[in-house]
């Protein structure tokens, strides 16, 4: 078991054990996400990770118009505060 303490600016910080397990470095981007059992993971937004996205959508992104990390950012905020537009 790993313990993190959040800081007054609500940053933590990775164990290392943890870091080496999801091969993370200086810069790379973590994803938090909950799963069916309520539970929060935590996974590393890797390049290969992202490219194994990119394949499983693959021409999606064309059709719904996401061509970028900021378009990608506005998807989810706007599913997340519900600001999609009905079709």
């Given at each position: 078991?790993?313990?993190?303490?959040?800081?007054?600016?609500?940053q933590?910080?990775?164990?290392i054990?943890i870091?080496r397990?999801?091969?993370?470095?200086t810069?790379?981007?973590?994803?938090?996400?909950q799963?069916?059992?309520?539970?929060?993971?935590?996974?590393?937004?890797?390049?290969?990770?992202?490219m194994?996205?990119?394949?499983?959508?693959?021409?999606?992104?064309?059709?719904i118009?996401?061509k970028?990390?900021?378009d990608?950012?506005?998807?989810?905020?706007?599913?997340?505060?519900?600001?999609?537009?009905?079709?």
């Amino acid at each position: 078991m790993n313990l993190a303490r959040v800081s007054q600016n609500g940053q933590i910080t990775v164990p290392i054990e943890i870091r080496r397990q999801l091969r993370l470095k200086t810069g790379d981007k973590i994803l938090f996400f909950q799963n069916k059992s309520g539970e929060i993971v935590l996974s590393s937004a890797s390049s290969d990770a992202l490219m194994m996205a990119q394949n499983a959508f693959a021409g999606v992104s064309d059709i719904i118009g996401v061509k970028d990390e900021d378009d990608v950012q506005k998807l989810v905020d706007d599913i997340r505060y519900d600001r999609r537009k009905e079709k």
